[in-house]
């Protein structure tokens, strides 16, 4: 009898909204499929907590009177969440019926994100190969025949048996994956964990905020949002009467529509930037697949640090001071 009044209890929670099955998702990321693991090795296991306990732990955390590592992160998680949107998700949880994702267990890995750190995955490595170069270098060459010359080393007459290269964005799950170095100085790093079920970012639902905020990272291992980000570098501009007013100037009157470079005015803000919340915009996951050319580029770091980290902000006005 018990079983059926919780599976009939699920199928009205299904029915009446899509939104708690697609937030239980969410949490699986690291709290496992059936929310067997502890999240980031550092939270109580959910499905051995009692119905109370987990609806009172989602308020605490929303309310910021519950939680200890993890309080942060849950804050982000559930600041946006009604109580009556706590509770179906709460016994969403402990019924048990598992999160609809075959990865999910997989990102409950996330325990090790701590160990993870000061191992970087070098992406030139294999493009910039000597050997490779040498045997890609066409400018020494007497003759060079049509495959060499494109992309794509196959017979360009015919399509017989022709495939693409079928690309694998699968990666370990977040915290248990080695890092890579940036390709160059202050270039935006990839994303070396897997992505799945923090796709895709809106200004409502960012998934990442919740380890890559500055003031979580260092407890979960993972790499801080830069400066940068919570820094607004655009001139402020509005409509008026029918004209373009920028920095309180008529932009095509007062100001030119295109200007000599200036200083990047800097206005450091408390929370991050809107114009910077769409992470995916610049980061990106790395492909399995081989470059289709040798690159003899060396990237200049001015410094191994900036490998792993980020200098922007005190560059951004590097050549035009």
Avoid: W
């Avoid at 998702?25 to 980031?40: I, R, W």
């Avoid at 992160?73 to 949880?93: C, G, P, R, Y």
């Avoid at 923090?198 to 979580?216: A, D, S």
């Avoid at 920095?247 to 529509?257: I, S, T």
């Amino acid at each position: 009898m018990k079983r059926i009044v919780k599976t009939v209890a699920l199928g009205a929670l299904l029915a009446s909204t899509s939104s708690y099955a697609a937030s239980t998702a969410v949490c699986a990321g690291c709290h496992g499929q059936h929310f067997e693991k502890s999240a980031m090795g550092k939270s109580k296991i959910v499905k051995d907590m009692s119905l109370k306990d987990i609806v009172h732990a989602l308020k605490g955390y929303k309310a910021g009177t519950y939680g200890g590592a993890m309080k942060q992160i849950m804050v982000n998680q559930v600041k946006d969440l009604k109580d009556s949107d706590i509770e179906a998700i709460s016994l969403l949880m402990k019924i048990g019926h598992g999160t609809p994702t075959e990865k999910a267990t997989t990102h409950a890995a996330a325990a090790a994100v701590a160990a993870a750190g000061g191992t970087y995955i070098d992406l030139n490595a294999d493009a910039s190969d000597e050997i490779r170069i040498e045997q890609e270098d066409l400018g020494n060459r007497n003759t060079v025949s049509e495959k060499a010359l494109g992309l794509r080393k196959t017979d360009l007459y015919s399509e017989d048996g022709i495939t693409g290269v079928k690309t694998d964005y699968s990666r370990p799950a977040p915290g248990s994956s080695t890092k890579f170095e940036r390709a160059y100085k202050d270039a935006p790093p990839m994303i070396p964990h897997s992505v799945e079920g923090l796709l895709p970012i809106t200004r409502e639902n960012n998934q990442c905020l919740g380890c890559h905020l500055p003031e979580v990272a260092k407890s979960v291992g993972a790499t801080p949002i830069p400066l940068s980000h919570f820094t607004n570098y655009r001139p402020d501009t509005v409509m008026k009467d029918g004209k373009v007013i920028k920095e309180g100037k008529v932009l095509g009157k007062d100001l030119g529509n295109t200007s000599d470079i200036k200083l990047a005015k800097a206005k450091k803000m408390k929370t991050l930037y809107e114009g910077r919340f769409n992470c995916s915009q610049c980061h990106a996951p790395q492909a399995k697949v081989k470059t289709d050319v040798a690159n003899t580029f060396k990237p200049d770091y001015r410094g191994g640090v900036y490998k792993e980290h980020s200098s922007l902000a005190d560059a951004m006005n590097e050549g035009v001071e």
